[in-house]
């Protein structure tokens, strides 16, 4: 039963990426001269993301909680326990640009668009192709555009967070941008490392409350990480308890 539910997931999620694919495409095209900063694009490629969760027959996501609207020039950061991490922050109803590593900008139909709505590709193994890649962050923000980061920079292997990098909270301070602390829980089963099989998983999205760093400098970066990083942990601890329900089999 599972591998028939597997085979139906991995068909669903191809099928949905492609119509995902060609509905970017039609948005990009429709608003191409006067949307310069991709929102409309940008929100159907995560319309998509959630629409692969919605028709799923193996996940149930969702958001517990607040839901914020449009954080404007905003730094969000979230603990990384799975890809399915994605299509689960998707759910927030604003758009915003993801810090991602390359080689997930040439993955068919979902790469594609990530690059048309003009996510930011980053390569870690090169501190200057970092630097830049920052660099695009930090205009976004000045557009008033929220940027997505996993300050762990990947996923956890083991369920609990690693240490996050400074980069995340640098870039926030150097542009005055707040940091917004998100915790997602339950989607480490959704897509297993050794294992094609999508898994039963109900992931669970919590939204904090926003960190100002006006009045920092560098100097308070590891006093600036350490509150996201304490918030994002009290959060992801009060969703834990509601994913055990999900499904196994």
Not at 28 to 37: E, H, I, K, N
Not at 70 to 84: E, F, L, M, Q
Request: hydrophobic content about 45%; proline content about 6%.
């Amino acid at each position: 039963m599972r591998t028939l539910l597997a085979i139906i997931a991995c068909i669903q999620l191809l099928l949905v990426a492609i119509i995902g694919w060609a509905a970017v495409v039609l948005v990009y095209g429709l608003t191409f001269w006067f949307d310069p900063r991709r929102i409309w694009s940008g929100r159907a490629l995560r319309r998509t993301a959630q629409a692969a969760c919605t028709f799923s027959p193996v996940w149930r996501f969702r958001i517990h909680g607040r839901i914020p609207k449009n954080p404007g020039k905003t730094v969000c950061v979230s603990n990384h326990c799975s890809h399915t991490d994605v299509f689960l922050i998707c759910h927030v109803p604003w758009e915003m640009k993801w810090l991602a590593k390359r080689s997930l900008f040439d993955i068919p139909f979902i790469g594609w668009s990530m690059r048309l709505v003009k996510d930011v590709p980053i390569d870690r193994a090169s501190p200057s192709a970092a630097k830049a890649a920052l660099g695009k962050c930090a205009r976004w923000l000045d557009q008033g555009v929220p940027v997505m980061i996993f300050p762990e920079g990947t996923r956890s292997k083991t369920g609990e967070m690693q240490p996050f990098k400074d980069g995340a909270f640098r870039l926030a301070i150097d542009t005055g941008a707040d940091v917004l602390p998100m915790a997602v829980a339950g989607t480490d089963g959704a897509l297993s490392k050794h294992d094609w099989r999508p898994g039963s998983a109900r992931g669970i999205l919590s939204i904090g409350q926003a960190i100002s760093t006006q009045g920092m400098t560098h100097a308070d970066v590891p006093k600036l990480r350490a509150a996201a990083r304490e918030q994002i942990m009290t959060l992801r601890a009060e969703i834990l308890p509601l994913t055990a329900s999900r499904e196994t089999s």
